[in-house]
T-cell receptor, first 109, second 114 residues
Framework: GNSVTQMEGPVTLSEEAFLTINCTYT??????LFWYVQYPGEGLQLLLK?????DKGSNKGFEATYRKETTSFHLEKGSVQVSDSAVYFC????????FGQGTRLTINP | DAGITQSPRHKVTETGTPVTLRCHQT?????MYWYRQDPGHGLRLIHY???????DKGEVSDGYSVSRSKTEDFLLTLESATSSQTSVYFC?????????????FGPGTRLTVL
């Protein structure tokens, strides 16, 4: 079945550092890929998505490219801020949404 | 923000008691979902609904039942709560099952079973 693997957390960075959170997937068919973000005490919000191979999703300075050849959808941001501290979930969707385990990110000033 | 509310937001109960969590939406979306969130597991699907009175099981459905008597409400019931059901529960909605269709999430209910 479909599955998603994210890099283990927690991840701690200093403000303005470069961020990469790795995500790889196993899937049949033509799934869409998503990154969701969960701020403390809140539900999940869609951060970005990509619906086919080579698509790049972007939002709030974050980017991720749907790489079919490496079955990856890594999340990147060039310069993180304290306000980016949250838990990030990579997810894959055929008919159902399948989540990775989440990566907790903490940004220190 | 999508109009999704969950109630209660926090609940503490004892082992063996029944518990019902409610999800209410104002978006008129056809599909509704219940997930549980546990450390190291991300979110896992418990049950989902594809219309009034139409429901199906997810990957972790044992010990849970659901009901949907109106488009806007989706109830999750723990018939006899156990400590392993201590978790944060999220409701979600979507317009379709198409792969590119986003799911919108509610704020969550934190359930503690003592």
């Amino acid at each position: 079945g479909n599955s998603v693997t994210q890099m283990e957390g927690p991840v701690t960075l200093s403000e303005e550092a470069f961020l990469t959170i790795n995500c790889t997937y196993t899937a049949t068919g033509y799934p869409s890929l998503f990154w969701y973000v969960q701020y403390p005490g809140e539900g999940l919000q869609l951060l970005l998505k990509a619906t086919k191979a080579d698509d790049k999703g972007s939002n709030k300075g974050f980017e991720a490219t749907y790489r079919k050849e490496t079955t990856s959808f890594h999340l990147e941001k060039g310069s993180v801020q304290v306000s980016d501290s949250a838990v990030y979930f990579c997810a894959l969707k055929g008919q159902k949404l399948v989540f990775g385990q989440g990566t907790r990110l903490t940004i220190n000033p | 923000d999508a109009g999704i509310t969950q109630s209660p937001r926090h609940k503490v109960t004892e082992t063996g008691t029944p518990v019902t969590l409610r999800c209410h939406q104002t978006e008129n979306h056809r599909y509704m979902y219940w997930y549980r969130q546990d450390p190291g597991h991300g979110l896992r699907l418990i049950h989902y609904s594809y219309g009034v009175k139409d429901t199906d099981k997810g990957e972790v459905s044992d010990g849970y039942s659901v009901s949907r008597s109106k488009t806007e409400d989706f109830l999750l019931t723990l018939e006899s709560a156990t400590s392993s059901q201590t978790s944060v529960y999220f409701c979600a909605i979507s317009e379709s099952l198409l792969a590119d269709n986003e799911q919108f999430f509610g704020p969550g209910t934190r359930l503690t079973v003592l």
